[in-house]
């Protein structure tokens, strides 16, 4: 069976750092691009950040450019998303999501490009 399972989420102080996980399994962790996607209470899901370990790009969402990282770990199937500078506006539950391949710069446009795999998600609340 495919899995996700994001982990890390928590309350956190405006400033402060998390850094959130998504380990995976049932699939071929290399062949797949691994997006970080968040919802926050009455807003859409929106795309965070992206990591493709078929060509390595990486992408951020302008909020989040120079305070989140992304890194996968594929001797452990798990992609990671270190958030600094945390914000209330950050506050969100946090999704990943798996897709075939690579998405490039169509990558937050999960709607009309599905993702294969979504996990289940971690709440972050970013405390001011």
């Known amino acids: 069976d495919v899995q996700l399972q994001a982990s890390g989420g928590g309350l956190v102080q405006a400033g402060g750092s998390l850094r959130l996980s998504c380990a995976t399994s049932?699939?071929?962790?290399?062949?797949?691009?691994i997006g970080w996607f968040r919802q926050a209470p009455g807003k859409e899901r929106e795309g965070v950040s992206y990591i493709s370990n078929t060509d390595g790009s990486t992408y951020y969402a302008d909020s989040v450019k120079g305070r989140f990282t992304i890194s996968s770990d594929n001797a452990k199937n798990t992609v990671y998303l270190q958030m600094n500078s945390l914000e209330p506006e950050d506050t969100a539950v946090y999704f990943c999501a798996a897709v075939f391949g690579s998405r490039g710069r169509l990558w937050r446009d999960f709607r009309r490009y599905e993702y294969d795999y979504w996990g289940q998600g971690t709440l972050v609340t970013v405390s001011s």
């Open positions: 049932g699939f071929t962790f290399d062949d797949y691009s």
